[in-house]
């Protein structure tokens, strides 16, 4: 079955970076399209930012435009996000999604807490 194991989450003081990892198996990477939404406390699930099978084409929200890079390596398996500039609403628990459009699936993994705090 699809599995999605993030890593890179922790504490970060405002101003910070924070380099999170997705490591994904059980599906054909290449044909997926990757992505990170998170969850901050009291809030609603977000798009943080999402990139098509070849890296051509990458979707951020806006809260985190020019502050956030996504990438995704195929022959790892794996998506990054990059984070700098973190701010305190940056806080949230992480989600790494894998989409699947051949099956229309979404596939979550568990998540990874990042708390940006002084």
């Known amino acids: 079955q699809v599995q999605l194991v993030e890593s890179g989450g922790g504490l970060v003081q405002p101003g910070g970076s924070l380099r999170l990892t997705c490591a994904a198996s059980g599906l054909t990477f290449n044909l997926a399209v990757m992505g990170w939404y998170r969850q901050g406390p009291g809030k609603e699930r977000e798009l943080v930012a999402e990139?098509?099978?070849?890296?051509?084409?990458?979707t951020y929200g806006r809260s985190v435009q020019g502050r956030f890079t996504i990438s995704r390596d195929n022959a790892k398996n794996t998506v990054d996000l990059q984070m700098t500039s973190l701010k305190p609403e940056d806080t949230a628990v992480y989600y790494c999604t894998a989409f699947r459009p051949i099956f229309n699936t979404r596939h979550w993994g568990r998540g990874t807490q990042v708390t940006v705090s002084s």
């Open positions: 990139i098509n099978s070849d890296g051509g084409s990458i």
